[in-house]
């Protein structure tokens, strides 16, 4: 997900100066990539705590689905590894990412069992 913002005054985000009212776009994803905010933010990791992502937005701006996602993807976690008790991330490979999906999404996710 991306959002818009202009700042009120000039700002330095990324490196990078924004001036007074420029329009820029942010992407929610790379927040949650903060190594400022995560222990090894690249490493997928579904038992991180505390996990303070922001995947469904904060406050206001909160996803009005979540409750719903979290539920479908615990009942369908579930299933996976009932179906598959020892089922791991396979060892020496890493997930491929597709960076320019604004949810970036994962191409491969290597697994054994």
Known sequence: MWWC?????TSKWAGRR????TRSFRRWASANL???VF???ERL??????NPHLTFG?????CIGAHLARAE?????????DRFPHLHLAAGQSPTWDDTSPAK???TLPVDW
């Open 18 to 21: 924004s001036g007074r009212g």
């Open 34 to 36: 903060d190594e400022t």
């Open 105 to 107: 999404s994962p191409l």
């Open 73 to 81: 993807l615990t009942v369908g976690l579930e299933a996976l590894l």
């Open 5 to 9: 913002c202009r700042p009120s005054r």
């Open 45 to 50: 990791d579904l038992g991180r705590r505390p």
């Open 58 to 62: 904060r406050g206001a701006h909160n």
């Open 39 to 41: 222990t090894a933010p």
